[in-house]
């Protein structure tokens, strides 16, 4: 048995009380990392010498009793476009291929005050953008289940990092489902926090209004340990919201009596698959038995939010990207004879055809004469997605439905149809459209790949979110399941 079966707050319990060691913890990864990462795939850069460093430094404050909170020497992976000082952040590309940051964003700094480990940065497609893994300028991540599948992503290795046991938890972000939908490939926990819960500074933007940092785990209470101490006002960040940072681990009562679920009929019906209509039925017979009740909703906007999303992701991508001109950082073309030569040449070379894709589409939208037609139009329908969720939410406390369409598909198999790629994440866009928290757990199985149950709560209702996911895990065994790698 890996000590990674174990539940954060059991091997706090054994630090405590001298059974165990900060070293084993991040030994049994570096180990585990040896074992299957030639396989797996899921790290950029490991951070092996610092983390020993740090743990033998954490097991001389365990020797005079100092040990603190609860993520205390625990092992984390970071996702390569969370900043990390002195560790190389590329954010999957080529064009940030030599960048060191010389400072930490905002969650690795808080994750530091806890004390725990950074092993090391992992996988992701580039600058955020891709459902698969299969746009990282490096490697491609591989599930776990099934070494011929995609992971999901954009957070893929953050993952499978966790499913394959390489960490016991780490950090992803999710602009339009890249924390959700590779949880529900891997068969893990993964939740996007309300935006403004966790601090944006340090995150390598994609969509500034969407972007959101989120904890991937594999039990819902370690997912709790992990927002709670990521969370909070940070006066870096203008859009990090004033709100409190309740105790989320205390609000996982089990008790889910009198719980109203809604269950939109737009998240059960055309192109979601039978395997993942019929898992999200059972969970809810599950959740009956707990004493909820559901009833079934619309959600009608929820059609235009693919369009919607990718208007408006791309045209903040297309402002967001253009700081990598090969000026101050990162990768520099060698071909070029003037200024202007060398500003197109270094984007040429050093973004993927992904990347270049969605800045197109995304200065197409804001340019004059399209403005008013694409990026404007879909503001105001983005406005009526969040009025959706909050007429739902008047009367009900939890959204629910499948995470994704269908269990992970196969490598290679949607590269070359970027439409069909962007249609993977149509049930989890409309949650960070409106801004609402939403979390995936493992509910089911479809030929041996995991499925997920998508659970969406009001702003800053994780609490609520994390009750009825911790209910229902409590009830099933999904989350005891591990990849035989």
Known sequence: MSLFDHKVSELHQLLHKKELSVSDLVNESYERIGQVEDKVKSFLTLNEEKARSQAKELDEKIAKGEVKGNLFGMPIGVKDNIVTKNIRTTAGSKILENFDPIYDATVVQKLQDAETVTVGKLNMDEFAMGSSNENSAYQATRNPWNLEYVPGGSSGASAASVAAGEVLFSLGSDTGGSIRQPAAYCGVVGLKPTYGRVSRFGLIAFASSLDQIGPITNTVE????????????????????????????????????????????????????????????????????????????????????????????????????????????????????????????????????????????????????YYDAYYKKAQKVRTLIKKDFEDVFQKYDVIVGPTTPTPAFKIGEKTSDPLTMYANDILTIPVNLAGVPGISVPCGFANGLPLGLQIIGRHFDESTIYRTAHAFEQATDFHKQKPQL
């Open 222 to 369: 370690d997912n709790a340990y992990l927002l709670e101490a990521i969370s909070g006002i940070d006066p870096m960040d203008s859009t990090s919201a004033n709100v409190q940072v309740p105790s989320f681990v205390n609000s996982l009562t089990g008790d889910i009596r009198g719980l109203k679920i809604a269950v939109p009929k737009e998240y059960l019906g055309e192109g979601v698959g039978e395997e993942a209509r019929n898992s999200v039925l059972e969970a809810l017979k599950v959740l009956e038995k707990l004493g909820a009740t559901w009833e079934e909703v619309s959600l009608p906007h929820s059609k235009y939010a693919l369009a919607t999303y990718y208007l408006l992701s791309s045209s903040e991508a297309s402002a967001n990207l253009s700081r990598f001109d090969g000026v101050r950082y990162g990768y520099r073309t060698d071909n070029a004879a003037n200024l202007i030569e060398m500003y197109k040449q270094t984007r040429a070379e050093g973004f993927g055809d992904e990347v270049k894709r969605r800045i197109m589409l995304g200065t197409f939208s804001l340019s004059s004469g």
